[in-house]
């Protein structure tokens, strides 16, 4: 099966498993997941390489594809999200009010920046993630961007936690949640002792 075929399961997964009737809301919590699932592989690939005492490549054509993957479920997940709960109003999710303007400095509002924030470096990493970025880059600058991913996550873990208690979500989805992030830190960790004691 395709990494499209594989998102698109995912997604219709995640989707069937939220309850209905809200389909704004459904949709958004099955990109959500299915973003995160991409995002955890796509940062298991290289310490995994690592463990197995394999080179990392500077670019491989399933890292890059998985990472597309990744972007195209986190832009579609914002759009989306920017949709459930204040229809209409899309801007009170950053701003209380805007004459004067004044900052959503709720916990509402710091899990909107943080999302916000992951939306833009994903969507900056999706940009160069072709061969003509890293050509008309060069290897160092586009490593150098593509280390934004770690950024992206922790804004990404921070948005998460900050819905997870807003809405009250499930123990099943809170378990999903935590569970990819606790893989996603520990494989990193393992692959950075292992990276280090190699070449001591």
Known sequence: MSLAGIAILITFLAYAATPPPDVRHRLSI????????????????????????????????????VGIWTGILGILHTAVGLTVHLRG???????????????????????????????LLLLMLLTISNDVSLRWLGTRRWKFLQRWTYAAVVLTAAH????????????????????????VAAIQIIGFVKGVTARC
Do not use: C
Request: net charge positive; aromatic share 16%.
């Open 160 to 183: 998460g936690i900050a819905y997870q208690l807003l809405e009250k979500r499930h123990l099943a989805w809170v378990l999903v949640f935590s569970a990819l992030l606790i893989a």
């Open 30 to 65: 099955a990109t959500a997941y299915a973003g995160l699932i991409f995002l955890a592989v796509s940062l298991w690939l290289g310490p995994w390489n690592v463990l197995r005492g394999r080179a990392n490549p500077i670019s491989s054509d399933f890292r890059r594809d």
């Open 89 to 119: 109003r899309m801007w009170m999710y950053f701003f209380k009010q805007l004459h004067p303007l004044r900052l959503q400095n709720t916990q509402f509002g710091f899990a909107n920046f943080a999302g916000l924030g992951a939306a």
